[in-house]
C-alpha cells in the first residue's frame, strides 16, 4: 500500500521540524510513505528552512493562503495523482509514533467498511489545558483526544476523554462522530466519492463537515486506540484569538443549519442575532459575512 503525509504549513518554521522528524522516523513495513508539505504562503522563512534542512520531502507551494481546507486539498490533489491508497493528514504541530503508520493499517484492515480513521492523541508535555493537575510522570500521557462527539443541540464537537490522564479506559477502536483533523488517515475512496474538503469554510469545521459528508455517503468515521500522537495545542492560531472568533462563529453557523436538526436551526439564526448585538468584534463581522454569503478567507485580518 501506498501511503501520502500532508503536512500543511503556514509560518511553521519554529515547529513543524518536531513532526517532519517523528515522520521520518516511520516505521513502513511492506508499505511505502512519502511526505508532502504543503506551503501556504508562509512569510516566516518557512520555505527556505524546508528546503535547505528537508531536501528529500516534496515541498509544494501555493500561491496564497488557501487555509486549511484549501491547502489541505493542494496536498489531497498531488496524493490521489500519486496513486495513494491512503491519504494521512498531519498537522505540523503533531508528532506521531514510530509504530503509528502500521497501527493505522492494522486497523484499517480490520475495519473494511470504514473510511476515515483518528487516533489516540496525547498533549504535547508542557501544552496542556490545565497542567497544574498533573504529576511530571503523568505529562505525554493526558488525552486531547480519544474520538469526536457532537452535541447537535447545541452544534459543538468535543474530544472524548479530553484532560484525562490515559489508562485503560480508552484502548477499544469505536465508531466516532467525527476524527480530528489534527491526525486523519483517509482511504483513497472517500475522496474520490465524497471529495475534498470545502473551501468555503477555510479553518475550523472543515474537517467535521468532511466527516458528515462522508457518512452520509456511506462511510464511517473510527477512533482506533493503538496509533498514538502528540499534539501542540493551537499552535498557529491561539487560544481565544481574534481568527478563532471570527471563523468558529462563521463556520458554525454554516455547519449547523447544513447538518444539525431543525429546532438547533432555530436556535442557531436567535443565537446569531444575538451575537452581532453584544458579540465580540469579530464574532459580529463573522456573523454578518454568515449572511452575506462572504466565505474563504471572508474578511478577517489579522491585527
Known sequence: MKVVAVVLSYNSKDYIGE?????????????SLEVVVVDNDSTDGSVKFLSQKYPQIHLIR??????????????????????????????????????????????????????????????????????????????????????????????????????????????FDTETDYVSGACMFIKRSVLEEVGLLDPRLFLYYEENDF?????????????????????????????????????IIRNRLFFGLRYAPLYTKQALLRESWRLYQTGRPWQKKGVVDFYTGRFGAGSYQPD
Open 19 to 31: 513532526c517532519l522528524e517523528s515522520l521520518s522516523k516511520l516505521e513502513t513495513g511492506p508499505h
Open 62 to 171: 501555493n500561491p496564497a493562503n488557501m487555509g486549511y481546507a484549501g491547502g489541505n486539498n493542494t496536498g489531497f490533489i498531488y496524493a490521489l495523482d500519486s496513486q495513494a491508497d491512503f491519504v494521512w493528514l498531519v498537522n505540523p504541530d503533531v508528532t506521531v509514533a514510530p509504530d503509528s503508520l502500521l497501527k493505522f493499517m492494522e486497523g484499517a484492515a480490520k475495519h473494511t467498511r470504514e473510511g476515515i480513521f483518528g487516533c489516540k492523541v496525547f498533549f504535547a508535555p508542557g501544552h496542556e489545558t490545565h497542567p497544574e493537575r498533573y504529576t511530571k510522570d503523568q505529562l505525554g500521557k493526558v488525552i486531547w483526544y480519544a474520538g469526536g462527539l457532537m452535541d447537535w443541540r447545541n452544534v459543538y464537537g468535543f474530544h472524548r476523554g479530553v484532560d484525562q490522564v490515559d489508562g485503560e479506559q480508552f484502548n
Open 211 to 247: 466527516c458528515q459528508r462522508a457518512k452520509r455517503g456511506g462511510f464511517k468515521c473510527v477512533y482506533l486506540c493503538q496509533p498514538t500522537a502528540w499534539h501542540k495545542n493551537a499552535q498557529a492560531t491561539g487560544l481565544g484569538s481574534p481568527l478563532q472568533d471570527y471563523f
